[in-house]
């Protein structure tokens, strides 16, 4: 169905990082950061391209943190791209509707609201997600807010396609549904079909990157691990950095 060519390759000139999951665990992301530039540094007459794969938030001690950092990232480096994941959406939804917290709360809202510093819920009524909800909007830094509702879908550098879940198989890129490139997960997972683009997505932990034909899958589960993974892809190469 595809014509994608049998070494991927990123364009001439490029040097590009995808950063896996960080949920919370600023001091990996920091530790990788320092990791990737130095590695960069190293590159002539290259530009280098980092591409967060989302999932920013939840779990770890300091999403907080993590989204100050990040923000701090874009405004230095114009090259940085930063793709939403499905603990994003879940915070976007929240702020929507204070009755979406139960949902955000079983996969690791608390923690966020926690390094903001609101109290979580204690019982589950809806005048307390209202307060709560009220309190954390309240806490929120506008940045914050506005750089996790700009996070974008997916990135494309050549025969690369970086989204944070995967893409539902046979169909084309530009009809995927956005729902889909967040939470997708055995449909995407266990398909063998050769996609339009070699994927590379988080989302889908394993405590090692997931290499396979037609995805690379590189969620190494850091805030239970201490891994976060970069993969650097330049020309047909390949290789990992992790903390």
């Known amino acids: 169905m595809w014509h994608r060519p049998a070494r991927p390759s990123v364009p001439a000139g490029l040097r590009?990082?995808?950063?896996?999951?960080?949920h919370g665990?600023?001091?990996?992301?920091?530790?990788?950061?320092?990791?990737?530039?130095?590695?960069?540094?190293?590159?002539?007459?290259?530009?280098?391209?980092?591409?967060f794969l989302g999932d920013y938030i939840d779990r770890g001690p300091d999403s907080a943190g993590v989204i100050a950092r990040l923000i701090e990232l874009q405004e230095r480096d114009s090259h940085a791209v930063f793709l939403r994941g499905n603990h994003e959406q879940m915070l976007l939804d929240f702020l929507d509707d204070p009755h979406r917290y139960q949902a955000w709360c079983k996969i690791g809202?608390?923690?966020?609201?926690?390094?903001?510093?609101?109290?979580?819920?204690?019982?589950?009524?809806?005048?307390?997600?209202?307060?709560?909800?009220?309190?954390?909007?309240?806490?929120?830094?506008?940045?914050h807010r506005k750089f996790i509702g700009l996070t974008k879908y997916t990135h494309?550098?050549?025969?690369?396609?970086?989204?944070?879940?995967?893409?539902?198989?046979?169909?084309?890129?530009?009809e995927q549904n956005p729902q889909?490139?967040?939470?997708?997960?055995?449909?995407?997972?266990?398909?063998?079909?050769?996609?339009?683009?070699l994927v590379v997505h988080g989302h889908s932990g394993k405590k090692a990157p997931d290499v396979r034909p037609n995805r690379i899958g590189i969620d190494t589960l850091a805030y239970t691990t201490g891994d976060l993974t970069a993969l650097v892809l330049e020309g047909t190469k390949r290789r990992f950095l992790k903390t």
């Open 16 to 22: 590009v990082y995808a950063i896996g999951d960080v």
């Open 25 to 51: 665990r600023l001091d990996l992301l920091d530790r990788l950061l320092e990791t990737t530039q130095r590695d960069a540094s190293r590159a002539r007459n290259q530009t280098a391209v980092r591409v």
């Open 109 to 143: 809202g608390e923690q966020t609201l926690l390094s903001y510093g609101v109290t979580p819920p204690l019982f589950d009524e809806d005048s307390v997600f209202q307060d709560v909800h009220g309190a954390f909007a309240l806490v929120l830094p506008k940045q």
């Open 156 to 174: 494309v550098e050549g025969d690369y396609l970086f989204v944070h879940a995967g893409i539902r198989p046979q169909v084309h890129l530009n």
């Open 180 to 197: 889909d490139l967040m939470w997708i997960r055995e449909d995407f997972l266990s398909s063998s079909s050769k996609f339009e683009k």
